[in-house]
């Protein structure tokens, strides 16, 4: 689903409900605080759309956002916060009553602890982008028991924490330290979709989940084993990209319905790929040697 962006507040919500209605996801965007206008009306559309209208602040020329605004916005239940140096203050966005889904991305934010500060038992989603430090503590998100999706890039302190959480279905991690390794994520009895991109490791065999259905790795430095892929015996929908130093993929023993590898340079065998009796989209470079 891609998403549709308004540079301006739009001055009726038809254009809101046309977004919606074509499958994209409306995000009304700010990179300069707007006007006590912009603001009711924004907040309006809020209490309209719910979750499904993004509320985007970012860029501010890199100077301090200030979040007392957020007063004016007491519906929005989608917000994001990102690629922005530093924030007056966290306590207006954790007073927010209606907020379900948070993207949070502010380079200079030095309070490692402030999830605490948060109604996590009511977050669905959340995305926590890297900051200056890497200090963010994840283990207050052992009280986030309707998350269902998790974006966390460059983060592992208390990531533990979520391998409980009983709605946890769609987890991605960026630049997870390779000091880390994956088996946490096993005992995430719900876990389907696992997205892995950047970062360092050589071996994501320690990782293994009977249910997971949907693994996308993407450029992971120095990384050569996958292990025996039918260990994920629900996998349905398998990505490789830009792993330069894997030289053989072996998808026996699974059942899936689509195959995506790319920019594999070394890569010289798929192995089982004729037992694949589902699949409805295979992309694999022609110079691949495909097997059963």
């Given at each position: 689903m891609g998403t549709a962006q308004f540079q301006n507040v739009p001055e009726s919500s038809d254009e809101?409900?046309?977004?919606i209605r074509s499958g994209r996801a409306p995000v009304i965007q700010f990179s300069e605080p707007p006007d006590g206008a912009a603001l009711a009306r924004t907040d309006a559309y809020c209490a309209e759309f719910g979750a499904r209208l993004q509320i985007r602040f970012y860029g501010f020329q890199w100077r301090e956002f200030d979040t007392s605004l957020?007063?004016?916005l007491p519906h929005v239940a989608n917000l994001s916060i990102d690629t922005v140096r530093t924030i007056a203050d966290f306590a207006p966005v954790a007073s927010l009553p209606n907020l379900t889904r948070l993207r949070f991305g502010v380079y200079e934010h030095p309070d490692g602890r402030f999830l605490q500060q948060l109604d996590l038992a009511r977050l669905t989603h959340l995305t926590l982008a890297e900051n200056k430090r890497r200090n963010f503590d994840l283990s207050p998100l052992a009280a986030a028991t309707s998350l269902e999706q998790v974006f966390i890039q460059?983060?592992?302190?208390?990531i533990e924490a979520i391998s409980a959480l009983p709605c946890l279905s769609d987890?991605?991690?960026?630049?997870?330290p390779k000091r880390h390794d994956l088996a946490f994520l096993n005992s995430l009895a719900s876990l389907r979709?696992?997205?892995?991109?950047l970062g360092t490791r050589s071996s994501i065999a320690e990782f293994t989940h009977p249910a997971l259905s949907k693994l996308r790795i993407v450029w992971i430095r120095?990384?050569?084993d996958l292990g025996p892929l039918r260990r994920f015996t629900a996998l349905e929908d398998l990505t490789i990209e830009d792993q330069l130093r894997l030289t053989v993929l072996d998808i026996g023993g699974l059942d899936l319905r689509r195959l995506t590898v790319s920019n594999c340079k070394r890569l010289e065998r798929i192995v089982g790929i004729e037992g694949q009796a589902r699949l409805e989209h295979v992309q694999i470079p022609a110079a691949v040697t495909a097997t059963g």
């Open positions: 809101i409900g046309d977004v957020l007063r004016h460059g983060h592992d302190r208390g987890v991605s991690l960026s630049g997870f979709s696992l997205f892995l991109i120095e990384l050569e």
